[in-house]
């Protein structure tokens, strides 16, 4: 009878509270993907400078000087995006991947107790033929 009830218990907990449990730890996980590459971050200042790197227009008016301004600034723009649109990629990656990675755990999580009596029951067979 303890036996049983101990069964009982375990099949409760490993379908409801473990469940939740395993949703915080996958919902800390994807924070910390996010996080950890900066995603909205990138995406508020995708077409900004690259570290900041600007030219100044001069205080007198010149040709050379405005185009200088206007190369440097435009090539720093460009130049920012592509990092940061080759960090984004590789973030929203992360972020694909760590969301099938729970969907894979949650399947296992739901199948485990039967694996488990299968691969003993089987294990059984194979021992007493």
């Known amino acids: 009878m303890f036996f049983a009830s101990i069964i009982s218990d375990y099949f409760v907990w490993h379908y ?8 915080g730890v996958w919902r800390n996980f994807l924070f ?5 590459f900066s995603i909205p971050q990138l995406m508020r200042s995708w077409f ?4 900041r790197t ?12 405005l185009a200088a301004y206007l190369i440097v600034n435009f090539l720093s ?8 649109t080759a960090i984004i990629v590789v973030g929203l990656l992360a972020l694909l991947v ?7 755990t949650y399947l ?5 107790p039967f694996l488990i009596i299968g691969l003993l029951g089987a294990s059984l067979s194979l021992f007493l033929i």
């Not at 600007?54 to 000087?65: A, P």
């Not at 296992?108 to 485990?112: I, Q, S």
Request: hydrophobic share 55%; glycine share 10%; net charge positive.
């Open 16 to 23: 409801t509270q473990a469940w939740r449990q395993m949703w």
């Open 32 to 36: 910390v993907v996010i996080h950890f």
């Open 48 to 51: 900004a400078p690259f570290k």
């Open 54 to 65: 600007t030219q100044g227009r001069g205080d007198k008016f010149s040709f050379e000087d």
């Open 77 to 84: 723009r460009i130049f920012g995006a592509i990092a940061r």
């Open 98 to 104: 760590t969301i099938a990675g729970g969907f894979i």
């Open 108 to 112: 296992f999580w739901a199948a485990a």
